[in-house]
């Protein structure tokens, strides 16, 4: 069913501040949610509020902080999540960051116990559209097969760049492995299969049924070296957050788990050199298909999520239906009194 953009992101803040969630970071959250299906890539959008949901209800997330701050030099902030939820706990740290890189040059966020973030080209973006670079990293739970291997032992460990230029800004944002396994779940949800060399089954078979792997794993993409590349980001996002292993992280597609993965931004000052200039020349090359244009990182993104605004966002009939039920779980005045409290105990993440 097709939704407007407005409606998709009205009703995940309804569902979120029922569960608790203040109005301020309901719409984080749901903002993140709503751009990714704007961008049409619904692995990471609205299919995860339910879980997120049950999460709230749990106790493993919590809908009221933002994360405590620790600075361990001028431009390097430790930030404990406190399994807060993803964007806002992010958001706030990179807020942080961003002053602290706009005074010396460079300045780094290292989060741990955060719940999951969503797109994290997202984050990117809005350290691009406030003039600066960004490098962000996050690790998940154990989903990729090592090349050559046949049992999950590494994230998919995606990794983002931004870099301001006009109109819009190059963007960079790619899992480690062939698919996201929120990519998984989606083909699952709809019915779809999954290309072949995606993913094993549970015994290490290669499988296109979306149903068995998700309870087996993801191919790294571009074979060796992404593999190599997948175990290095989760590797270094591990050293400098002090989060565990990829192995033995939990909490990002489970009900019952707090979350044990690592996110890392590094934000930094430019020269003010201009790059819009050889971004356009890169998207005027000669295509070798005149029917497919030449683009740059974030391009794609760029256009559908424009497109969006206007058309608004294709949605699962089910998912619909169940994000309409979880919003008719709490009536309109605990809503809003849930919404109320939970706005007051979160003053202390306005900076």
């Known amino acids: 069913m097709r939704v407007p953009l407005a409606t998709a992101r009205a ?15 309901a719409a984080q959250q749901a903002a993140v949610l709503v751009d990714a299906e704007a961008r ?33 030099s001028p431009t390097y902030l430790r930030v404990d999540g406190e399994q807060g939820l993803g964007p806002p706990v992010a958001l706030h740290a990179l807020d942080a960051v961003i002053t602290a890189a706009e005074q010396s040059g460079v300045a780094t966020a290292a989060i741990t116990r955060n719940n999951h973030l969503g797109m994290l080209g997202y984050y990117a973006r809005v350290v691009a559209g406030r003039g600066l670079a960004c ?8 989903l990729v097969h090592p090349w050559g291997g046949s049992r999950a032992m590494i994230g998919t460990n995606p990794l ?18 062939m698919i996201s396994m929120g990519r998984v779940h989606d083909h699952a949800r709809r019915g ?20 068995a792997a998700m309870d087996g794993s993801l191919a790294p993409f571009g074979g060796a070296k992404g593999y190599a590349l997948g175990l290095a980001l989760g590797a270094i996002v591990s050293f400098v957050t002090g989060s565990v292993p990829d192995v033995d992280v939990r909490g990002t597609l489970d009900d019952e788990f707090p979350s044990g993965k690592g996110d890392l931004f590094i934000v930094l000052k430019g020269a003010q050199r201009p790059i819009a200039d050889f971004l356009d020349q890169i998207r005027a090359t000669p295509p070798i298909n005149g029917d497919r244009p030449v683009t740059v990182p974030g391009d794609g993104g760029e256009r559908r ?22 919003r008719a779980a709490t009536d309109p005045v605990a809503r809003a009194n849930r919404g109320q409290a939970s706005q007051e105990s979160e003053e202390s993440c306005r900076l």
């Open 192 to 211: 779809r299969p999954l290309d072949p060399g995606w993913a094993l089954d549970a015994e290490g078979r290669p499988t296109t049924d979306a149903a």
């Open 11 to 25: 009703l995940a803040t309804e569902v979120l501040v029922g569960a608790g969630v203040s109005a301020r970071h």
């Open 305 to 326: 999520a424009r497109a969006a605004q206007d058309s608004g966002i294709d949605l699962d009939d089910g998912l619909w239906s169940e994000l309409l039920a979880l």
């Open 135 to 142: 490098l962000a990293m996050t690790t998940s739970e154990p």
């Open 160 to 177: 983002a760049i931004a870099v301001p230029a006009e109109p819009q800004p190059l963007v960079l944002d790619m899992a480690t492995s």
């Open 40 to 72: 049409q890539v619904p692995s990471h959008g609205l299919l995860r509020l339910p879980r997120l949901v049950r999460r709230i209800a749990g106790g493993v997330a919590d809908p009221r902080t933002c994360g405590s701050h620790t600075w361990l």
